[in-house]
């Protein structure tokens, strides 16, 4: 199976500041990575998917980048609703796996 | 608008089955795929497995395969998971989801059903 290894577990961010979320996958995963916000208490919400790819309706704050086996999600401007857990997914074979997700609060 | 509507909370003593539901409106399931996660309490995400209701061809993760079956029923626009054997550490909310552009990447999500299992 290919584990994705995400990082930090937790961060927060003052409004405004520019935020990274990054993952590592064990092996190359051809850009099929995905990434998901899950607000307190919902549903997870794709974001981003073939690594760069802004969802439909998502705002251009959020953008993802990377290859390999590297991957970041970057919000440029952390506004309070951003405020929630990201988890970043490959899709580049099964099993389907997932980072275990960042906690991103407001400072 | 997509939507897809899951079935309520269940609550499960050990060894019994549940099995959950999960309607979809406004995008005809045979034209995507339907993966279920789950996510125990305070964790992340786990991917079960997922069902091509065109054909009712499943994938599973390994640890899933005797623990969850996936059915859909394109009649009613509808999937099912159903759970066996629960153990306590079943307990968790379950999410459907769908995938439409491309087959690994959910882009609807349902709102989750919770699964307890106690005694």
């Known amino acids: 199976d290919i584990q994705m290894t995400q990082s930090p577990a937790s961060l927060s961010a003052s409004l405004g500041e520019a935020v990274s979320i990054e993952c590592l996958a064990s092996?190359?995963?051809?850009?099929?990575l995905a990434w998901y916000q899950q607000k307190s208490g919902k549903s997870p919400q794709l974001l981003i998917y073939?690594?760069?790819r802004l969802q439909d309706g998502v705002p251009s704050r959020f953008s993802g980048s990377g290859s390999g086996t590297r991957y970041s999600l970057k919000i440029s401007g952390m506004q309070p609703e951003d405020e929630a857990d990201y988890f970043c997914?490959?899709?580049?074979?099964?099993?389907?796996?997932f980072g275990s997700g960042t906690k991103l609060e407001i400072k | 608008e997509v939507q897809l509507q899951q079935s309520g909370a269940e609550l499960g003593k050990p060894g019994t089955s549940v099995r959950l539901s999960c309607k979809v409106s406004?995008?005809?399931?045979?034209?995507?795929?339907i993966h279920w996660v789950n996510q125990r309490p305070g964790k992340g995400l786990e991917w079960i497995g997922r069902?091509?209701?065109?054909?009712?061809?499943?994938i599973y993760a390994e640890k899933f395969k005797t623990k969850a079956t996936l059915t859909a029923d394109p009649s009613s626009n509808t999937a099912y998971m159903q759970l066996s054997q629960l153990k306590s550490d079943d307990t968790a909310i379950f999410f459907c989801?769908?995938?439409?552009?491309?087959?690994?990447?959910?882009?609807?999500w349902g709102q989750g059903a919770s699964v307890t299992v106690s005694s």
């Open positions: 073939a690594a760069s």
């Open positions: 406004g995008y005809n399931i045979k034209s995507a795929y």
């Open positions: 069902i091509d209701p065109a054909n009712g061809n499943t």
């Open positions: 989801t769908m995938a439409v552009d491309f087959p690994g990447v959910m882009d609807a």
């Open positions: 092996e190359g995963i051809s850009n099929d």
């Open positions: 997914q490959q899709n580049y074979k099964y099993p389907l796996t």
